[in-house]
């Protein structure tokens, strides 16, 4: 076979079999189908026993694989040049622990979001400055719940709400999340850190 054959190459992948096969770890197109069938389904590589659980991989050791199924085949790589494949063996997941985690971090983000709302009012004495400009407004003094209050509340709640762009499961728009953007950005610097501490301990496999 002679047709181009195009691979992207995922930065990360997860498996949760020892046997690792060229569809956990990138997409395959070219013109024969079952070329890529074919291709799909190589073992890249298999995890021993008892060895560490994470690799770095380099894409050229794919490309080598697939020239020893199509030598006549060009081999072009659209994704990463390296990527990492961790092993994780297959658990039961305990639907009460995850429960139980779930609504830990709901308590602990719940309290702590209200602490630091807390802190910031009392640092610039906001309950005073409503006082004041309630004062200034209708010459009265307020009896500590007015219109102010009940509209800095509500202010707070959906100017946190259009911010995170999330209205429990419901997304306002389809932009992405400031937490969505910095957890992207996390897992990128991750991943180039896995892969430059990777290579200095040898768990680098290459071509030779």
């Keep these: 076979m002679k047709d181009n054959i195009y691979i992207n190459v995922n930065q990360t992948a997860k498996v949760h079999t020892e046997n690792v096969y060229l569809k956990d770890v990138a997409t395959v197109t070219c013109t024969d189908k079952n070329a890529v069938n074919r291709l799909l389904s190589m073992k890249i590589m298999t995890f021993a026993a008892k060895s560490q659980n994470r690799y770095i991989f380099s894409t050229l050791k794919i490309i080598e694989h697939i ?22 063996p297959p658990k039961k997941k305990i639907i009460i622990w995850e429960y139980a985690k779930v609504t830990f971090i709901c308590i602990l983000l719940f309290f702590g979001a209200g602490f ?7 640092e610039i004495c906001i309950q005073q400055l409503f006082l004041y400009i309630y004062h200034w407004i209708t010459g009265e003094t307020s009896g500590g719940f007015t219109l102010l209050e009940i509209g800095y ?22 932009d992405p999340t400031p ?23 040898d768990s680098h496999i290459d071509v030779n």
Excluded: W
């Design 67 to 88: 020239n020893e199924i199509y030598p006549d085949a060009p081999v072009n790589s659209i994704g990463e040049n390296q990527f990492i494949i961790e092993y994780e």
């Design 179 to 201: 937490a969505e953007i910095e957890i992207r950005k996390y897992e990128t610097d991750i991943s180039k850190t896995l892969i430059d501490g990777i290579k200095r301990k």
């Design 116 to 122: 630091t709302i807390m802190s910031f009012n009392n």
């Design 153 to 174: 509340s509500i202010g707070i709640f959906l100017g946190i709400t259009i911010f995170y762009n999330h209205l429990g499961k419901k997304k306002i728009s389809n």
